[in-house]
């Protein structure tokens, strides 16, 4: 895979329901690096990232890969939910965006990225016949399979329990390594665990406080000294942006 372009984020404007969500938001996510957004729910975060997947048009400002070429089939999603087709097998699943295109799909190596996430004896079998973990690496590896060098991810891991989870995040450092990445999460455990750095949005029209760096190399240990103090100050920056809760004590 040739190196992967970051995204350069300039002036963004978005308003949806009458409602101003973003203006001038303005960021770097640099090539080949995980970046992780946090922030309320309802703050926007979904929203941002459908206009960097080119899904819902800005209003305002631009979305361009930072080595002066087009994003157009350079970046690809995947959402909370695995949206696996229950009619397709498992190998159809991943497979799927060539056929739409009308590629023909290359099974040896879609098979390859079933052995790649634990699923090679599953390839055949019916997504209902999955647990969620393992919807959750069909998914994945439906998302490598189209081998895009920018990986947008909307909360993938949220609705699984916790071992599950801590798999899933640690097969997704190993397969997306060196790939451009933006992950969408509520958790600072996972964002400090899995990102170089950390981006937090907040406010009404929403607002991108100063970058966190994290350090080390993802996976980290979730008890690592370094990482637990980068997710003490990453939750006091959540805290700081998010709206009072009537009542709440301070």
């Given at each position: 895979m040739s190196p992967c372009p970051g995204l350069r984020i300039t002036g963004l404007g978005l308003t949806y329901a009458a409602q101003t969500v973003f203006r001038d938001l303005s960021v770097?996510?640099?090539?080949?690096?995980?970046?992780?957004?946090?922030?309320?729910?309802g703050v926007g975060k979904t929203s941002l990232l459908r206009v960097l997947a080119g899904l819902d048009p800005p209003e305002a400002g631009s979305v361009e890969a930072d080595d002066g070429g087009s994003l157009a089939h350079r970046v690809a999603y995947m959402g909370q939910r695995d949206l696996l087709l229950p009619w397709l097998s498992v190998i159809g699943n991943v497979t799927l965006g060539a056929r739409l295109r009308g590629d023909p799909p290359d099974m040896a190596r879609a098979r390859s990225l079933l052995a790649e996430v634990g699923l090679a004896d599953r390839a055949a079998d019916l997504p209902q016949t999955l647990s969620g973990?393992?919807?959750?690496?069909?998914?994945?590896?439906?998302?490598?399979?189209e081998d895009r060098p920018v990986v947008l991810m909307d909360e993938p891991f949220s609705a699984l329990d916790t071992l599950t989870r801590a798999q899933m995040?640690?097969?997704?450092?190993?397969?997306?390594?060196?790939?451009?990445?933006?992950?969408?999460?509520?958790?600072?455990?996972?964002?400090?665990r899995l990102a170089h750095v950390l981006l937090v949005l907040s406010g009404s029209p929403a607002m991108l406080a100063p970058p966190i760096p994290v350090p080390g190399v993802p996976p980290r240990a979730v008890d690592d000294a370094a990482v637990l103090a980068t997710e003490g100050r990453l939750l006091r920056t959540l805290l700081n942006g998010a709206p009072a809760i009537q009542g709440a004590a301070t």
């Open positions: 770097h996510l640099q090539g080949g690096r995980f970046s992780a957004l946090l922030g309320p729910s973990g393992m919807r959750q690496r069909a998914a994945l590896a439906r998302t490598l399979y995040q640690a097969l997704a450092a190993r397969l997306l390594f060196g790939r451009t990445v933006l992950l969408v999460t509520h958790d600072p455990a996972e964002a400090c």
